[in-house]
């Protein structure tokens, strides 16, 4: 298994561009979750999602958009980049009373 | 989920025992304890959980108190390969359990 695979590693976007942060994951896991780290900070859950076309926001959703269309895929859509939206993402996933697996992230500057 | 309180930073010198303690003094009967840890803005990796059991894994032992309101993390000979972040959360593994990090604690591993 790959595990929690996440592309692009790095990205550079100019303000008020739009772009998407992939996620996939081989292990037929359920529930999915994409968290932001902003420097010398915690992780902070963006959205989730516990089955395929069900999401939900979680504790900082505002600029965000996802979509679960299968089990494997959980996108992460950014709509006009700001400066703010500077941070390292974390895609993650877990089966049911399973600890999660979490991906190498994706580190976006917005400019 | 119920909140988790830990220390924001610890140190321990290299082949001591490091603990790592946690405070969920809100935690529900069947939520479990999870620990993970962050090297070096990596994405997260789980280390051990439990429930009201103590736990004991190659990596790590779980200390869970009676009352279950707190628990440590055991890192028995730590090396300066346990340079980490370390994080505590407490859920109950299913659909609603949003797996919600708070700060962690980093632990630095002194030669």
């Known amino acids: 298994n790959a595990g929690v695979t996440q592309t692009p590693k790095f990205r550079i976007l100019k303000i008020g561009q739009s772009m998407t942060l992939q996620c996939t994951q081989d292990m037929n896991h359920n529930y999915m979750y994409w968290y932001r780290q902003d420097p010398g900070m915690g992780l902070k859950l963006i959205y989730y999602?516990?089955?395929?076309?069900?999401?939900d926001k979680g504790e900082v959703p505002n600029g965000y958009n996802v979509s679960r269309s299968t089990t494997e895929d959980f996108p992460l859509r950014l709509e006009l980049a700001a400066p703010s939206q500077t941070s390292v993402y974390f895609c993650?996933?877990?089966?049911?009373?399973?600890?999660?697996?979490f991906g190498q992230g994706t580190r976006l500057t917005v400019v | 989920d119920a909140k988790t309180t830990q220390p924001t930073s610890m140190d321990c010198a290299e082949g001591r025992a490091a603990n790592l303690p946690c405070n969920h003094s809100t935690i529900s009967g069947n939520e479990y304890v999870y620990w993970y840890r962050q090297i070096h803005s990596q994405g997260p990796q789980y280390i051990i959980h439990g429930l009201k059991n103590n736990e004991t894994n190659e990596m790590a032992s779980l200390i869970i108190t009676e009352d279950r309101k707190s628990s440590t993390l055991i890192l028995p000979h730590a090396t300066l390969r346990d340079t980490a972040v370390y994080y505590c959360?407490?859920?109950?593994?299913?659909?609603?359990?949003?797996?919600?990090f708070g700060t962690g604690t980093l632990l630095a591993v002194q030669p």
């Open positions: 959360i407490v859920g109950d593994g299913g659909a609603t359990n949003k797996l919600i």
């Open positions: 993650a996933s877990r089966r049911a009373g399973v600890y999660a697996f």
């Open positions: 999602s516990v089955g395929a076309g069900i999401t």
